[in-house]
């Protein structure tokens, strides 16, 4: 046999696993920072859901047959980045028991249903996310303040709710997203709070800084392109800038870019590599898609928040936007070009 | 006609539409009414008996008239007799309860349109005898019902902790509100065919390895 040799310059690409491990290495980050905020019921939170998730990759590992082989699942760390991303969606004082159905949502719905790792259609987090927002409208909305003194002592009273009970009321523990406040109080939250994440919403929205940071890492080391969270925040600075300049009543660019998920969804979950389009235009107009969606929803919808119906949204129509944004062939001419040149 | 009917009624001709050729969960038929209004056992309960009743009366009308419909106006025949008898079964309804007919709105009048009654009309009433054909509807409506009532006790029991209307669960149960709501319906079919298409996999490997082994068996012989 003929041995073949590589030139000593080819570099190999990375594989799924290591890819993932540093996608894994940047959540972390921001998982700290939602447990040092919220406290033990965060850190259950997180573990809880990721376990959720986790198990069910184990379970439909196990009906498919793939744990035996080298095909299973688990080993690539996507079930794990799902679950952390899903639980860092999650309001702090959410029941422990809804986390684990999240969970088991977001990976037998959103994943192993649509064929597995690479095939489902729409963000699994996210859709996990979506299923609990429709199925506990109450729980998903009831927000606590960061940190309280003793959050490090004690869970919120919600958190350890009995599985398939009505979780306690939040009275005394009560407090409103800036986007909330915004919407329905008109009152607004300081653009730096905002901006470090001193504020009220899911464990692991609040701090753009930090998201940004834990992002501009994936970004640096070439693991996530720019092009998408480059779009979104081109498109929501331009979209609610409109509104901004010809009415003052209407939120700042600067305090929708720092406000909610939208750091969170921009840089993680929109950049799923899955769900997103593969073609360079495709990713802009992708990006803008989310960005003016998430702003119009969050303006004229009925919720305060609405990056996670964009990007769903977009996610839909990914297929649409590759069909209309296939790059040129290399030497390849149009038609059209060819008959004038012919002339 | 070409092919000489088959007259005898067996237990296939009133089992075929509750298993083997279940009008929801094999031929996904009259999708509308099984998403719509299966939000509680009561609605899929009176929804059920309604398109049993229509289903039966119409096919055994088409049954009986089927050498005097003329070929080419057939299909407009066969709404007309299954309007008339979505019409009794709508004035009905109204004088029984006012609540349930509000409760299940449009879609009485829209049994009208349920492809799995035409169907029926089209496939089996128009070419088969008066009793095997009330034989086959019914075993259709009992099948489309029991769909329905499989939907609607999983929507009710997760979507509002309760059977007709009694609370299993108590008053701490927390209600899953996206059972009750439409993307409800879509979960909950998908669930059921999932489990209807597994059970039917699995049945069909253990037939085909024990066909393998009695082969075996032969062949060892």
Redesign the interface.
């Known amino acids: 046999m003929i041995e073949l040799r590589t030139s000593p310059h080819m570099k190999a690409s990375l594989s799924l696993p290591q890819i993932m491990r540093h996608v894994v290495y940047a959540i972390i980050p921001i998982c700290l920072f939602a447990v040092y905020q919220f406290g033990i019921s965060a850190l259950a939170l997180i573990i809880v859901v990721t376990l959720s998730c986790l198990l069910t990759e184990l379970l439909f590992n196990n009906l498919s047959n793939k744990s035996t082989s080298k095909k299973n699942s688990l080993s690539d760390y996507t079930a794990l980045i799902t679950g952390l991303l899903l639980a860092l969606t999650l309001p702090p004082g959410f029941p422990l028991w809804?986390g684990a159905i999240a969970g088991f949502i977001a990976i037998a719905?959103g994943k192993t249903l649509f064929g597995g790792l690479g095939f489902n259609l729409f963000n699994p987090a996210l859709l996990g996310r979506a299923?609990v927002q429709?199925?506990?409208?109450v729980?998903i909305t009831s927000w606590t303040p960061a940190g309280l003194t003793e959050r490090f002592t004690q869970f919120i009273p919600s958190s350890l709710?009995?599985p398939?009970?009505?979780?306690v009321s939040m009275d005394g523990f009560s407090g409103a997203t800036p986007l909330a406040l915004q919407k329905f109080e008109a009152t607004n939250t300081p653009v730096s709070n905002l901006f470090m994440g001193f504020t009220s919403g899911s464990i692991g929205e609040t701090s753009t800084l930090l998201i940004l940071l834990c992002g501009a890492y994936l970004i640096v080391r070439g693991i996530m392109g720019w092009r998408i969270p480059l779009a979104i925040i081109i498109a929501v600075i331009l979209t609610s800038g409109i509104f901004f300049i010809f009415d003052k009543s209407y939120p700042s660019p600067f305090f929708m870019l720092t406000s909610g998920g939208l750091m969170l969804g921009a840089l993680f979950m929109a950049t799923d590599p899955v769900s997103a389009p593969v073609t360079p235009a495709g990713m802009w107009i992708f990006g803008l898609l989310i960005g003016v969606m998430t702003i119009i929803i969050r303006l004229f919808g009925g919720l305060p928040e609405g990056i996670m119906y964009a990007i769903l949204f977009a996610n839909a129509s990914v297929p649409l936007i590759e069909a209309v944004s296939q790059p040129r062939k290399f030497g390849f001419v149009k038609e059209k070009v060819k008959k004038k040149e012919a002339q | 006609m070409p092919l000489k009917d088959d007259h005898t009624i067996t237990a296939d001709t009133f089992l075929a539409g509750i298993w083997k050729e279940n009008p929801v969960f094999v031929m996904l038929l009259g999708m509308c009414p099984v998403l719509a209004v299966t939000n509680s056992v009561i609605n899929a309960l009176a929804m059920g008996i309604a398109t049993t009743f229509v289903l039966l009366c119409s096919s055994s009308l088409i049954s009986l008239l089927r050498n005097l419909i003329p070929k080419e106006v057939r299909i407009a025949t066969y709404i007309v007799i299954i309007a008339t008898f979505v019409t009794i079964t709508d004035y009905v309804i109204q004088a029984i309860s006012l609540e349930l007919y509000n409760a299940l709105g449009a879609f009485i009048q829209l049994i009208v349109v349920n492809c799995m009654i035409l169907g029926r009309a089209e496939a089996y009433a128009s070419k088969n005898r008066l009793l095997k054909t009330i034989t086959n509807s019914l075993g259709m409506g009992i099948g489309f019902s029991i769909a329905l009532l499989c939907l609607g006790s999983v929507r009710e029991l997760l979507g509002n902790g309760s059977l007709l209307g009694y609370s299993i669960f108590g008053d701490a149960f927390q209600p899953w509100v996206v059972m009750v709501l439409p993307p409800g319906g879509f979960i909950v079919l998908g669930a059921w065919l999932l489990l209807f298409n597994w059970i039917k996999e699995r049945s069909a490997k253990t037939t085909s390895e024990a066909l393998v082994t009695q082969k075996e068996f032969s062949n060892a012989r």
């Open positions: 809804m719905m299923f429709a199925a506990f409208p729980a709710t009995l398939f009970t009505i979780p």
